[in-house]
């Protein structure tokens, strides 16, 4: 079964923020709520400097399902994961359980309070209607339904960033870590190199 | 006069100290899973201004942009989260079983306390309208609190919507506004400070003096509900944006984690007081609206309220 994932490659990506651009602009996401980041370390410093573009991961044991008081969250067959803002009451606790940053909160009403919970959706929409208004409204282009890939990989000039299913993206990675000379069985990555404290 | 022993002078203080180092060891021992090392750490890097959660310098590239990224530690306290905010759904039933079981326990023994009142329109007046205004703006708002932070814990049993999340909303407005309502009642319930003042310029005190059972409420009340309005004014006006997640995460995970353990003492000893000002005396809640009890009442019940209003001139 397919499992759609996201890779940012940080050898790639040149911190233009085109992604965050693309994806505002087609969900007409508000101010102050960005479903997609770029974060830089090392700026300016030559050789040092790396870029990575940042939004939900889709989890496939997700923190966020794992908190929400309301149970909002649902991960679709295809391993997206999806909420349904009918239920969110915007307690923020998606906030302190994920491990990315993904969640997002607008302020809304007279007091500027916490509205309800935005996130990265892998443009497959919500629980709404396919393609209908509401489900735009409530969480942008349904761009999945229509047979594309999410706005933001398709928007990256460099192909840092690339969105797909598990096996494709494993395979592009592969590809390119071999073509740069990195023996990827030897060298562990990610979450493993974290782990393993390298 | 009669000499107390050590025991008799401490036993509240004692039993207060025993039953929460024992519920303290198992739920530290057993049933969290903090990484109590880093939360001590991190608090101490937190109180001289650095909440970032980066303890070392990171040892590698990566390392440095996940710090960056995503914020550094997640699985120091962040699991914990997830745990608490789960069996609070599923657990905190027992915490207010086992505080009604001890009420339950106290009645039997107890009893009610009933004065014998034989000239009810002999009344003194005890609490001002300041005070009155206080003491129930204190109860009409930490009912609120309550109720709509309940609202939140159980929200898998509302199953979300509408008015959950403006009740959540108004549990932060209202929160906000009883940070001034507990600081004032916070310094107007401090009756051991009365004797480092005179009377006439603390005349706002509630009058009478502290048993030790009911200083131990008092200093829960206020030392909780520090950390209740620190911890949730700071979660609300701390609102990352997605740049200044990685920076702030770690410290408002903290701040919710210290919202959840201070919800639930609070509510342990406000409902030792909602118990003995409701239950085990009776009259005195009709004396909290009016603001005045009968003499006999007094007398019989609290002679220090009384001998506080005959120094203070107050009748």
Same mark, same amino acid.
């Given at each position: 079964m397919s499992r759609m994932k996201f890779y940012c490659d940080d050898y790639r990506c040149i911190d233009c923020n085109g992604c965050v651009v693309a994806c505002k602009e087609a969900h007409e996401i508000p101010v102050g709520v960005?479903?997609?980041r770029v974060i830089t370390i090392n700026e300016g410093i030559e050789g040092k400097?790396?870029?990575?573009?940042?939004?939900?991961?889709?989890?496939?044991?997700?923190?966020?399902?794992?908190?929400?008081?309301?149970?909002?969250?649902? /991960?679709?067959?295809?391993? /997206?994961?999806?909420?349904? #803002?009918?239920?969110? /009451?915007?307690c923020g606790?998606?906030?302190?359980?994920?491990?990315?940053?993904?969640?997002?909160?607008?302020?809304?009403?007279?007091?500027?309070? #916490? +509205?309800?919970?935005?996130?990265?959706?892998?443009?497959?929409?919500?629980p709404d209607e396919t393609l209908s208004e509401n489900e735009f409204e409530h969480y942008g282009q349904n761009?999945?339904?229509?047979? #594309? /890939?999410?706005?933001?990989?398709?928007?990256?000039?460099?192909?840092?960033?690339?969105? +797909?299913?598990?096996?494709?993206?494993?395979?592009?990675?592969?590809?390119?870590?071999?073509k740069r000379g990195d023996n990827t069985s030897l060298k562990p990555y990610g979450w493993e190199a974290y782990n393993n404290g390298k | 006069?009669?000499?107390?022993? !050590?025991?008799?002078?401490?036993?509240?203080?004692?039993?207060?100290?025993?039953?929460?180092?024992?519920?303290?060891f198992v739920f530290v021992g057993f049933?969290?899973?903090m990484d109590w090392g880093y939360l001590i750490q991190y608090t101490m890097h937190a109180l001289i201004g650095d909440t970032s959660g980066?303890?070392?310098?990171?040892?590698?590239?990566?390392?440095?942009? &996940?710090?960056?990224? @995503?914020?550094?530690?997640?699985?120091?306290?962040?699991?914990?989260?997830? *745990?608490?905010?789960?069996?609070?759904?599923?657990?905190?039933?027992?915490?207010? @079983?086992?505080?009604?079981?001890?009420?339950? !326990?106290?009645?039997?023994?107890?009893?009610?306390?009933?004065?014998?009142?034989? *000239?009810?329109? $002999?009344?003194?007046?005890?609490?001002?309208?300041?005070? *009155?205004?206080? &003491?129930?703006?204190?109860?009409?708002m930490i009912s609120i609190l309550v109720l709509t932070g309940f609202n939140i814990t159980w929200g898998l049993r509302s199953e979300g919507g509408d008015i959950p999340r403006i009740l959540r909303e108004f549990h932060e407005l209202t929160g906000l506004a009883w940070i001034a309502v507990w600081l004032v009642f916070t310094v107007i319930a401090a009756k051991d400070m009365k004797g480092w003042r005179k009377n006439s310029t603390f005349r706002h005190f509630l009058p009478g003096s502290f048993k030790p059972s009911k200083r131990v409420i008092w200093f829960f009340y206020a030392?909780?509900?520090?950390?209740?309005? !620190?911890?949730?004014?700071?979660?609300?006006?701390?609102?990352?944006?997605?740049?200044?997640?990685? $920076?702030?995460?770690? @410290?408002?995970?903290?701040?919710?984690?210290?919202?959840?353990?201070?919800?639930v003492l609070i509510m342990f000893f406000i409902l030792d007081f909602v118990y003995a000002s409701a239950v085990s005396v009776k009259g005195y809640l009709k004396g909290l609206w009016s603001g005045s009890y009968p003499r006999e009442y007094l007398e019989q019940v609290a002679p220090d309220v009384l001998d506080d209003l005959k120094k203070a001139g107050r009748q």
């Open positions: 960005n479903r997609r400097q790396k870029s990575l573009s940042v939004a939900c991961m889709h989890c496939s044991d997700a923190p966020c399902q794992k908190v929400c008081p309301t149970d909002c969250f649902y /991960i679709r067959t295809d391993g /997206i994961v999806l909420h349904d #803002k009918d239920k969110c /009451i915007g606790y998606c906030l302190y359980a994920c491990p990315f940053g993904a969640p997002q909160f607008g302020h809304e009403g007279i007091f500027g309070v #916490k +509205g309800v919970m935005d996130k990265c959706t892998f443009c497959a929409g919500g761009r999945i339904a229509e047979g #594309k /890939i999410p706005m933001c990989a398709s928007m990256c000039s460099t192909k840092a960033l690339i969105a +797909g299913d598990a096996s494709e993206v494993d395979k592009i990675y592969e590809y390119r870590t071999a | 006069m009669e000499s107390k022993t !050590f025991w008799e002078c401490n036993k509240a203080y004692i039993l207060t100290a025993l039953g929460l180092g024992v519920v303290g049933l969290m899973i980066v303890l070392t310098a990171p040892a590698s590239e990566l390392e440095q942009m &996940i710090n960056a990224a @995503f914020g550094p530690a997640y699985n120091t306290v962040a699991p914990e989260i997830i *745990r608490a905010s789960n069996e609070r759904q599923e657990y905190i039933w027992y915490v207010f @079983f086992a505080e009604i079981m001890i009420f339950v !326990f106290l009645y039997i023994k107890n009893g009610r306390v009933t004065p014998t009142i034989t *000239r009810p329109n $002999d009344t003194v007046q005890v609490l001002t309208s300041f005070q *009155r205004a206080v &003491i129930w703006l204190n109860i009409g030392a909780m509900g520090a950390a209740l309005c !620190f911890s949730g004014a700071m979660i609300i006006t701390l609102h990352p944006s997605s740049l200044t997640h990685a $920076d702030v995460i770690q @410290f408002r995970r903290v701040l919710l984690y210290l919202h959840f353990g201070a919800s």
